[in-house]
Antibody, heavy 119, light 111 residues
Framework: QVTLRESGPALVKPTQTLTLTCTFS??????????VSWIRQPPGKALEWLARIDWDDDKYYSTSLKTRLTISKDTSKNQVVLTMTNMDPVDTATYYCARISYRYYFDYWGQGTLVTVSS | QSALTQPASVSGSPGQSITISCTGTSSDVGSYNLVSWYQQHPGKAPKLMIYEVSKRPSGVSNRFSGSKSGNTASLTISGLQAEDEADYYCCSYAGSSTHVVFGGGTKLTVL
């Protein structure tokens, strides 16, 4: 059974760096073909893809946010970490991690974590 | 503004069929058979309903079907049921630079 769970702060201040952790089970990021992505959704708005990391440590980022994002993995802990620098109120959103197939569909999602950016 | 264009809302009565369109460009939907669809109920995480344009994951009702013509993908739900009321998002691979793009979402109301 594949599960993913996001964790991190519920509130961050403007200009701070956000660090989110995705802890997963039911698969291993050391297995060929396995990949994990981060997606966010501002309140009442659409989904937005942020980043992806592959089993072989290849990394991909949203063009519009790539200067602010870093994705990494700890295979031994079954965790993927996303950091986003220089947070702004417009970054207020529910952040999801999801397993992404090499055929570019998200087959398992975490429940999401709401991050509010406010002073 | 989302990269893929979906109607903001659609509605239908129980038992009817509805279709949600997802219009992209020749750089995404038109170039790859890598369109997926997600159902999202309020306060819940998205759920994969269709992948690779028309494939259904195990456990998804066969009332859900997908297709594509040119730069437009479509999700059809037949035999509408009350529990189908949700937001639906399309998603497409968009090449190695852009990677993945989502649609703006469509709110389905079952009358």
């Amino acid at each position: 059974q594949v599960t993913l769970r996001e964790s991190g702060p519920a509130l961050v201040k403007p200009t701070q760096t956000l660090t989110l952790t995705c802890t997963f089970s039911g698969f291993s990021l050391s297995t060929s073909g396995m990949c994990v992505s981060w997606i966010r959704q501002p309140p009442g708005k659409a989904l937005e893809w942020l980043a992806r990391i592959d089993w072989d440590d290849d990394k991909y980022y949203s063009t519009s946010l790539k200067t602010r994002l870093t994705i990494s993995k700890d295979t031994s802990k079954n965790q993927v970490v996303l950091t986003m620098t220089n947070m702004d109120p417009v970054d207020t959103a529910t952040y999801y991690c999801a397993r992404i197939s090499y055929r570019y569909y998200f087959d398992y999602w975490g429940q999401g974590t709401l991050v509010t950016v406010s002073s | 503004q989302s990269a893929l264009t979906q109607p903001a809302s659609v509605s239908g009565s129980p038992g009817q069929s509805i279709t949600i369109s997802c219009t992209g460009t020749s750089s995404d939907v038109g170039s790859y058979n890598l369109v997926s669809w997600y159902q999202q109920h309020p306060g819940k995480a998205p759920k994969l309903m269709i992948y690779e344009v028309s494939k259904r994951p195990s456990g998804v009702s066969n009332r859900f079907s997908g297709s594509k013509s040119g730069n437009t993908a479509s999700l059809t739900i037949s035999g509408l049921q009350a529990e189908d009321e949700a937001d639906y998002y399309c998603c497409s691979y968009a090449g190695s630079s852009t990677h993945v793009v989502f649609g703006g979402g469509t709110k389905l109301t079952v009358l």
